[in-house]
């Protein structure tokens, strides 16, 4: 059976800084998305990423994807307040539906 | 086409009654699918469909939930005799089997209460 974790659950982090969020997940899949939550509201999508190697980047967001290892990384750039909400990975198997990660939850603070 | 579409937005409902949800995806998306989130976790995988076949559900699925695509386009998801522990956020999500574009388009939940 499909699973995915990631780390941390929790990230409060200060303006300015950077990090990373990593997602792991238990068997071979095709895709590996990468999706964003406010409180209170659906899912927003931010990447997909569809081969080793794949290397995506949209603002102080870059996301990469290492299928040998089974790793996605979500790298925050020069962190902004804007960015607080909780982040979710998702892989999909044979493209029929997508299994989530348990999310991690960023804050930042001034 | 203004994305997937979820109704009612909110529902307060007693437990024991039934309550139904409905979908509307994109419109040339062949597959919808229904999710529900509960507080502090990750999307859980209910059901989905392919035009109006319904090709996977859940094993962790109650029986009390039944899920429908009648011809294809709009989908329900239906809970008989509601109970506390089913208060969370349904989501439905479309996406286009085969197609080039492999995104997953959620639609913006319904929210189940259950008193």
């Known amino acids: 059976e499909l699973k995915v974790e990631q780390n941390p659950l929790f990230l409060s982090m200060q303006e300015g800084k950077n990090y990373t969020i990593y997602c792991n997940y238990s068997?071979?899949?095709?895709?590996l998305y990468w999706y964003r939550q406010d409180p209170g509201k659906s899912l927003e999508s931010l990447f997909v990423?569809?081969?080793?190697?794949a290397v995506k980047q949209e603002g102080r967001l870059m996301a990469s994807l290492d299928t040998k290892a089974r790793l996605s990384t979500l790298h925050i750039t020069a962190a902004v307040h804007d960015l607080s909400a909780t982040y979710f990975c998702a892989v999909d198997k044979n493209t029929d539906k997508l299994i989530f990660g348990t999310g991690t939850r960023l804050q930042v603070f001034p | 086409d203004t994305g997937v579409s979820q109704d009612p937005r909110h529902k307060i409902t007693k437990r024991g009654q039934n309550v139904t949800f409905r979908c509307d995806p994109i419109s040339e998306h062949n597959r919808l699918y229904w999710y529900r989130q509960t507080l502090g976790q990750g999307p859980e995988f209910l059901t989905y469909f392919q035009n109006e076949a319904q090709l996977e559900k859940s094993r962790l699925l109650s029986d009390r939930f039944s899920a429908e695509r009648p011809k294809g386009s709009f989908s329900t998801l239906e809970i008989q005799r509601t109970e506390q522990g089913d208060s969370a956020m349904y989501l439905c999500a479309s996406s286009l089997a085969g197609g080039f574009n492999y995104g997953y388009t959620f639609g913006s939940g319904t929210r189940l209460t259950v008193v």
């Open positions: 068997t071979t899949s095709d895709r």
């Open positions: 990423l569809l081969s080793n190697g």
